[in-house]
């Protein structure tokens, strides 16, 4: 069970802290835990994190991968595409895919502590409204709907600098920081003409998580650091 990782968040006196074990035998056997989260991806961090907020609560994550401290090809956004194929990934194919004359295709998903947070481009972008509200209807339940989602948007991220070109009220006063790139690229002046003289339905939007998510533009990306969950988490006893 060498690849087992545990991550605790306890709380004794009025500080939370939080240990992460590398076998399972290192766990404290007098604990007890109100919630076990298996998978210590993207949703899972987040989730032991908001279960945490409340002292009196025991959060165990069970967590296939190992931790990514040290990784550079893990602390570059744009060093990602490196990650494929390492400990770091879980190795997926695919079945057979009809649509595409029957070949496989690699399937990437983060195996470690971050999930697939770690292995991802840190490109920041929201589900966009038409796809928030056919969900609702497809439910029949309209707390799906975009109209009720966003508000929880606003609670995930804020904006930092750079953003200019961003609209300010689309984004909230959340945790995740969210910056544009802060430099141009070549495509960006032919991709924004094309864009706004297309129109329609995909017409030039300022702002790609504002709502309407067409065109792409010089896109919004996370200016943090990746392991910032581990940052947020990791307070040894
Ligand atoms: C290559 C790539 C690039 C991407 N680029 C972007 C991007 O730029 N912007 C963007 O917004 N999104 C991007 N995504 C999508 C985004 O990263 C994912 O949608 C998101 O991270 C999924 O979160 P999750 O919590 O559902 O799953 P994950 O974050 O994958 O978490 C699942 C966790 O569960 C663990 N696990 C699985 N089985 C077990 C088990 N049996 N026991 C214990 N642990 C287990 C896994 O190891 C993993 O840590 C990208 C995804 C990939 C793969
Ligand atoms: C990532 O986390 C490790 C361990 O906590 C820390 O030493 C390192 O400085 C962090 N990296 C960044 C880029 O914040
Ligand atoms: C990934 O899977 C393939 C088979 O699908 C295998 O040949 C290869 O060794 C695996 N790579 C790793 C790093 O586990
Ligand atoms: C794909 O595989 C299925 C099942 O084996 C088969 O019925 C189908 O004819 C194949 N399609 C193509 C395009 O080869
Ligand atoms: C939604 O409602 C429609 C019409 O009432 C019904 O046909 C459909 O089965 C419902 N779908 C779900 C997922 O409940
Ligand atoms: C953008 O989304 C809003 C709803 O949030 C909608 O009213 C508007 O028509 C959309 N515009 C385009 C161009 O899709």
Not at 76 to 85: Q, Y
Not at 181 to 192: C, M, S
Not at 200 to 220: C, H
Request: hydrophobic share 40%.
């Amino acid at each position: 069970m060498s690849c087992f990782f545990a991550f605790i968040l306890s709380t004794f006196s009025a500080t939370a802290y939080s240990k992460i074990y590398s076998v399972v035998s290192e766990l404290p056997e007098d604990v007890n835990y109100d919630f076990i989260i298996v998978g210590g991806g993207t949703a899972g961090c987040v989730l032991a994190n908001r279960l945490s907020a409340n002292p009196r609560v025991n959060v165990l994550v069970i967590e296939a991968g190992s931790t990514p401290d040290s990784a550079l090809n893990v602390e570059v956004p744009f060093f990602a595409p490196f990650l494929k194929g390492t400990t770091f990934d879980w190795n997926f194919t695919s079945v057979a895919q009809p649509s595409l004359n029957n070949r496989t295709v690699y399937y990437e998903r983060g195996h470690t502590l971050g999930g697939s947070s770690v292995v991802n481009l840190l490109a920041f972008n929201r589900g966009s409204n038409d796809f928030w509200d056919r969900w609702a209807t497809l439910t029949n339940d309209s707390q799906w709907s975009w109209e009720n989602i966003e508000p929880y948007y606003m609670r995930t991220s804020q904006l930092a600098d750079p953003h200019s070109g961003l609209i300010p009220s689309a984004h909230g006063d959340g945790p995740v920081l969210v910056s544009t790139p802060g430099f141009e690229t070549i495509l960006n002046e032919p991709v924004i003409d094309t864009a706004k003289s297309i129109g329609g339905r995909f017409s030039f939007q300022t702002d790609w998580n504002a709502g309407n998510f067409t065109a792409l533009v010089s896109g919004p990306t996370l200016c943090v650091f990746k392991n910032q969950s581990l940052i947020l988490y990791k307070v040894d006893r």
